[in-house]
C-alpha cells in the first residue's frame, strides 16, 4: 500500500531547485523537500553522451497532492521536459505519516 | 512484490548521521547505510519557509527487520519527529539480496 | 502500477560510476543516470563495522531493459557482489515517460 510519495526532479542550478522546492512546500503541495548537488548526470545528446551538473530535488508528499505537485513543477520548470517521477512509500513511522499529511491538507 | 526496504531519515548533522547507520548496522537491523550531505532541507517552520542543512541515511534492509529498525532509529534520533520512510525494492541482484538477508539474519 | 524503474549501485571512485553510468546509457540501457557521491558507506566487515567512500548510481530505465542492465552493470563493476536494486516508479510526467521509453527502446 502507498503510504506517500518522493517525488523526484532535477534541474541545472542550486538556485532553480530551491525555488522549486520553496515554491511547493509554500504552496503545500509538498511537506518538505531536499535538495542534493551537484550530481553528475549522464544522457544522450545528439547522437553523442554528454554529462552535466545537476541539482536533484527530493519532495515527500501525499498521493491527493501528486497531480497539482506535477503541475506545478512542469509550470516552474525551464525544461522542455523535465524529469518528474515518483517513488511509492510503503512504510513510515506512524507520526511523520501524520506530519506530511497535515502539512499538505491545505496543498 | 517487495524484495527488501530502503529507509531513509534525516538528521542535522554528520555525526548523527553516522550514529545512526552505525547504530542500525551493528545491531544488524540494516545489511549497510549510506549517508549522504550535506544536503539543503526546505519545509515550513512557524508559517515561514525554513531552509536548513541536513545528512540523509539511506538504510538497506528486509521487510522482517523493518519494525526493529524505525523503533531503534525513533530511539536514537534527537527529532521529535524524524522523517522514517520506506521505499519498495521489487528488483535486485540476487546475489546482492542473499548477502542482505544474511548480514540482517540476526536482526 | 509500475511505469519505471530507478536502478541504484555503488562503487568506490567517481571514475568507475561514470563508466558504470555512461556505459549503460551508450547501451540504451538506461536514459540517463545520475551520479552522487561522495558518500559515506557503513557496513559490517570481518567482524568489525567499517565506513568507505562511495559513489552512488541513480539509473533511469524501464522494466524491459532490467535484466540487461542488470547484466551489464554485474559485467562491468568490481565488486564480487555489487548492490544492484531496483525502486518502482509510480507516477510521473507522461511526457518524461514517452522520453525514458523512447531512449531505451533499442536497449
Redesign the interface.
Known amino acids: 500500500m502507498?503510504l506517500?510519495?518522493?517525488?523526484l526532479t532535477?534541474t541545472d542550478s542550486?538556485e532553480k531547485?530551491?525555488e522549486l522546492?520553496?515554491g511547493a512546500?509554500?504552496a503545500r503541495l509538498a511537506?518538505?523537500?531536499?535538495?542534493?548537488?551537484p550530481?553528475?548526470?549522464?544522457?544522450?545528446w545528439k547522437n553523442a553522451?554528454e554529462?552535466s551538473q545537476?541539482w536533484?530535488v527530493f519532495f515527500?508528499t501525499t498521493?491527493a497532492c501528486?497531480d497539482t505537485l506535477?503541475a506545478h513543477?512542469?509550470r516552474v520548470h525551464d525544461y522542455d521536459?523535465?524529469?518528474?517521477?515518483?517513488?511509492?512509500?510503503?512504510?513510515?513511522?506512524a507520526?511523520?505519516l501524520a506530519?506530511l499529511a497535515e502539512?499538505t491538507s491545505a496543498g
Open positions: 502507498t506517500a510519495l518522493t517525488v532535477t542550486a531547485a530551491e522546492a520553496r512546500v509554500e511537506a518538505c523537500a531536499q535538495i542534493s548537488g550530481v553528475t548526470s549522464v544522457y544522450h553522451i554529462t545537476e536533484q515527500k498521493e501528486y506535477e513543477i512542469a521536459t523535465p524529469e518528474i517521477l515518483a517513488l511509492p512509500v510503503v512504510r513510515g513511522s507520526a511523520y506530519w502539512e
